[in-house]
């Protein structure tokens, strides 16, 4: 599904010298896996997500993405393969607060016909939990619904793989476990979830985990996935 060969990554700097992100890194993920990449901050895993994401490319390796080298691949040809395939959530790209919840998970599909947006947009919210929310302002949701909310907007075209840059940074812990157990589930429902944290307890949710340190793979293990000894489906207990 995913693979990096000795990828590396330097930003273009304002001064003269580039500055390097990514070093070496070689990686291979599998259709199905759940991966966290674990990191003291500024160790590279946003930048490996947004490599993976094909928001950036490599400056140096390649990135086969489904078999395909996205180096060599036009512009158009890239989006049209990052569409099919990749479901980015941006945590900068909030929710628009005066649109309706749908309105804001349609916004992917701006050029599609109106029923199109809304049948895909309900599905997704029915997705994570959302069903009966689909004309709430996001103020009106708590904290773990708007993650939800943002979840929907990429899960819109289906993709094969979820990217999540920080799924829980900023919530309290219920609401982490609530977005944990949404990732559980699409994940035992087929899809390749690829996430970075600095909590070793939502961390734990993941199949493998990943640890960078300055800019390389420092670690790279199959874990036993934490799941919790209850029924999981959140979004049909009482509040
Ligand atoms: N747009 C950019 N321009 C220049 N340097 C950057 C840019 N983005 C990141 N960097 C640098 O690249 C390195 C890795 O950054 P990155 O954001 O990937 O770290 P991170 O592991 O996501 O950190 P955090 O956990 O704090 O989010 C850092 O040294 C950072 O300063
Ligand atoms: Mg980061």
Redesign the pocket.
Known sequence: MIKLERVG?A???TERRD????FDIELTIEAGEMVA?V????????????VLSCLDLPSDGRYLLDGVDVGRLSKRRLARLRGRLIGFVFGNFDLIPRASVQENVELPLLYRRAGVRRRRARAALDRVGLRGHYGDRPVELFEAQRQKALIARALINDPAVLLD??PTGGLDAGSATEIMELFAELNEAGRTIIY?T?DEDVAAWATRIVR?RA?RVVSDRRNVPYRPHRPRRPHLRAV
Request: aromatic share 4%; charged share 15%.
């Open positions: 990554k930003y273009r700097s500055v390097p992100a990514l990449v990191g003291p901050s500024g160790s590279g895993t946003s930048t490996l997500l947004n840059d920080d970075c600095h960078m800019g």
